[in-house]
């Protein structure tokens, strides 16, 4: 059985936020009806080695949100976080596959504003110095295509042209690029869903007032292919397990309704079933999985008003909503959990994308920390995108005036166990400031290519 678990407390912004006692409220289960909760799907693959010393490496980053600093310069820190000066961020939609070893992202040659060009560009980020390919064709793509990567290098795009979806693989050949016709879905509109786990495959979801259709448009014998047609409006989409079967969609049912997360078995005929409901009437939709551990984290309404919150997967324990994850006049998106910690949720470092006023910066936290710790991000991070490495390294793809192409590495920060006598974190500071009190985040800051570490092989193409 699932219900909801709300902490109590006041929220405030600050560097590194308070950890609490975690309160867990669970809706009455008479007036609820909660009897169906997280499920767990899939095989757990081996664990691997994790907690290896963390570095920093990419290429510098001048002027970083929460510092100001010129081009070139050291950054200095500053009160809060803010936009970065002079480089926007990475243009487009930024898709990494599930290994991290690729990413690919629409962007546009410089040009005065309604008449840019705009083609993708595949990054390669698993060699010992990221590098981006671009791949133009002879005529620009339209703003609103997406991209995808695959694990062998190419990248698929789709394209609308009247009312209908193209899709195409993309390659580099040499000097020129390559492209693959895969076909044409006749659908006014369509959403590419996350790169499937194993490399090869790419789903598409056709969302309709009464039903969704989900499509396999790369990785198939025979072009795009529809695998079902799901009652109700689909949405989101996360990977349940390493395979690419277990797929979760936040769903509402036809005629209307709460949003609920369901899950598709690919395996099975693409099989419905109810993955999440915390409440009845609550919206409960699932951002992110991750199926070493089964850590879940889900947003709804359950508590009241929208929340951010973390489950298990097949746990009978309830969903909790950290109160370190509410930030007043600010949105906390999670957008990568770290792997391979088998059988420990609860020790899973997540990076959470924090869009303010001031702008975009990151934040990292843990359950069994309950502390969020905020720090400024790259200037021209693409907001949202990065991915962990099992030993706890947050990689941050960027691109600025100075870098055409870098990721920064940010070392997950260790969270002090609060002290038996006086319940607070036993570090330095002895946990007495103030849950709201505004620190300048810390900087994320890149160190010379050179001293990279060269896990992999560089790529010959």
């Known amino acids: 059985m699932t219900a909801c678990a709300i902490e109590g407390g006041s929220a405030g912004v600050a560097a590194t936020a308070e950890p609490e006692a975690e309160s867990r409220t669970e809706p009455d289960p008479k007036g609820s009806g909660a009897q169906s909760g997280l499920k767990k799907y899939g095989a757990e693959p081996e664990p691997e080695r994790s907690g290896e010393p963390v570095r920093s490496a990419g290429a510098d980053a001048p002027g970083l949100p929460g510092s100001a600093a010129g081009k070139g310069g050291s950054a200095a820190a500053a ?32 040009g005065p504003p309604g008449v ?135 769903r509402r049912a036809p005629g209307g309704g709460p949003v609920k997360a369901v899950a598709v078995d690919l395996g099975r005929g693409a099989e419905v079933t109810p993955l999440l409901q915390i409440a009845p009437d609550s919206d409960d939709r699932l951002l992110l999985a991750d199926a070493d551990s089964g850590l879940l984290l889900i947003r709804s309404d359950a508590p009241g008003q929208d929340r951010l919150g973390w489950g298990v997967l097949g746990s009978c324990l309830p969903v909790r909503f950290p109160e370190c994850l509410r930030l007043a006049d600010a949105a906390v998106t999670p957008f990568a959990v770290q792997p391979g910690q088998m059988l420990m949720p609860e020790s899973c470092a997540v990076a959470l994308r924090i869009d303010g006023a001031a702008g975009s910066w990151l934040g990292v936290w843990r359950p069994t920390g309950r ?91």
């Open 116 to 250: 840019r060009a705009w083609y993708p560009e595949r990054w390669t980020l698993d060699g010992p110095e990221p590098y981006a390919v671009p791949l133009p064709l002879d005529q620009p793509e339209e703003p609103d295509a997406e991209v995808a990567p695959l694990a062998d290098g190419r990248v698929l795009i789709r394209r609308r042209v009247a009312e209908r979806q193209m899709f195409s693989l993309l390659y580099p050949t040499g000097p020129a690029t390559g492209e693959l016709l895969l076909g044409a879905v006749d659908r006014a509109e369509m959403t590419l869903l996350p790169p499937s786990p194993d490399g090869r495959c790419v789903y598409a979801l056709s969302a309709g007032e009464h039903h969704s259709s989900l499509w396999l448009v790369a990785g198939g014998a025979f072009g795009p292919e529809e695998l079902a047609r799901i009652p109700g409006r689909c949405s989101g989409g996360a990977w349940l397990d390493r395979a690419g079967r277990m797929l979760a969609l936040d």
């Open 371 to 461: 502390r969020l710790h905020q720090f400024a991000a790259p200037l021209g991070w693409a907001p949202g995108a990065g991915y962990w490495s099992r030993d706890g390294v947050l990689r941050l793809p960027y691109t600025n005036g100075a870098t055409s192409c870098g990721v920064a590495m940010l070392n997950a920060p260790r969270d002090v166990e609060p002290s038996s006598e006086t319940g607070r974190p036993g570090d330095a500071e002895g946990g007495t400031q103030p849950s709201a009190a505004v620190s300048a985040p810390a900087v994320c800051k890149p160190v010379p290519l050179g001293q990279a570490p060269l896990h992999r092989a560089a790529r010959s193409d």
């Open 79 to 110: 009160s809060g976080p803010a936009s970065p000066v002079g480089d926007a961020p990475l243009s487009g939609c930024f898709t990494l596959t599930a290994d991290g070893a690729y990413a690919a992202r629409l962007t546009a040659a410089p």
